[in-house]
């Protein structure tokens, strides 16, 4: 009897609100989810995704108070609980819940391969900073060796949830130490900046030598195609979700991913459903839709104040962030390739593909012989 491998599933469901945990629980009511096999669960929550967002916090606290029935406090700690503030325009709050399972089925081929690492906790100093660079760096190249993923080129998609700073915690900073920023929205960029530097280091898509404190926030020229990265005051630490392809994995999930080039830019996914096998249309019909797992993607307003020449205002609007106009502004975008509406875009892009764009990765259920 041949020995058994590691199988992802990926489950994508409603939420009508932060505290609302029932889709999963009947997940779980049904077996169709064993919460000993969660490695992560990845939210889209109805808040502003600023620094006051409390509805992530808010849902991580309901998540772990439904796995608590079923888990010890260490089981619980090892979840990836990664929420993602701001369902702008028509996105549609929901949970993906990513598992690890055991089957006797094997392939013939590579299929998703997934896991989680969570990094020890950052001093405020930290946050921002070539610190969090190499945490990070560190962090994804554990979760690859975990995954059993060898080389990086296989690794489709790193969602990280990074902590930002507040008021009280630039105020502990020790005497003679300094903190990136006393700006804490500006905090929660330079975090994700960080974090995503700290994929591309680990990927090998830049060199660390290359990157300086400076450079964080600041030189876009440097960025990951494979990282998103969602800041949050829930959190001290960052929580690594790295997702790729592996000829050790079973299943029939299967991800890539793309780089939209901007806002608008939904060519280059409509040639990535191609890739995995969803037809060559440019949209989805509903037979196809159906096997769509999960879309992950980054969403920012392009630094330059243009998107193809013509001007756009999210920069200077004083009521509300930039980030929640990307957001709904890509949402819909890619809701018109898709056909659906709870996709999880993510807002502030710093160093996560080029300015004004973002990656996008798209988990698929293939069909098998």
């Known amino acids: 009897m041949p020995d058994p491998i590691r199988m992802a599933r990926v489950h994508r469901v409603p939420m009508s609100g932060p505290d609302d945990t029932s889709a999963i629980e009947s997940l779980i009511a049904s077996g169709d989810v064993d919460p000993d096999a969660i490695v992560a669960v990845i939210g889209k929550t109805e808040g502003n995704g600023c620094v006051n967002d409390f509805t992530r916090g808010y849902a991580v606290q309901s998540l772990r108070s439904l796995l608590a029935r079923f888990l010890d406090e260490a089981s619980l700690d090892r979840i990836c609980m990664v929420m993602s503030g701001g369902t702008e325009g028509a996105l549609s709050p929901h949970w993906s819940v990513f598992e690890t399972v055991l089957t006797d089925h094997r392939s013939g081929g590579a299929s998703l391969a997934l896991t989680a690492h969570v990094t020890r906790d950052f001093q405020p100093q930290e946050i921002g900073r070539l610190a969090q660079v190499d945490v990070v760096a560190d962090g994804v190249q554990t979760a690859m060796r975990e995954a059993g993923i060898e080389n990086a080129e296989d690794v489709h998609f790193v969602q990280i949830k990074c902590p930002l700073l507040t008021a009280e915690r630039i105020a502990a900073v020790t005497a003679g130490d300094t903190v990136a920023t006393t700006d804490t929205l500006r905090s929660m960029g330079l975090s994700r900046g960080a974090s995503a530097l700290g994929v591309a280091v680990a990927l ?13 926030g600041t030189n876009l020229d440097l960025f990951s195609a494979r990282a998103s990265c969602s800041a949050g005051i829930e959190l001290m630490g960052c929580e690594i979700v790295v997702m790729g392809m592996s000829e050790t994995w079973s299943g029939p999930l299967q991800i890539g991913h793309t780089v939209m ?21 440019g949209q989805l019909d509903a037979e196809t839709r159906g096997r769509v797992s999960a879309v992950l993607a980054k969403a920012e307003a392009s630094k330059s104040g243009h998107v193809r020449g013509a001007r756009h205002t999210m920069l200077n609007d004083s009521d509300i962030s930039s980030t929640r106009h990307a957001r709904g502004f890509v949402a819909g975008a890619l809701g018109a390739v898709f056909g659906f509406a709870d996709l999880f875009v993510s807002g502030g892009a710093e160093h996560q593909g080029p300015d004004g764009g973002g990656p996008c990765a798209v988990i698929v259920r293939r069909e098998m012989a």
Not at 204 to 216: A, F, K, P, V
Not at 261 to 281: I, N
């Open 204 to 216: 090998g898509e830049l060199d660390r030598e290359t990157i300086s404190n400076r450079d964080i």
């Open 261 to 281: 080039a901007d806002a608008l830019d939904v060519r280059p996914v409509a040639t990535l459903l191609e890739t995995l096998g969803l037809g060559q249309s």
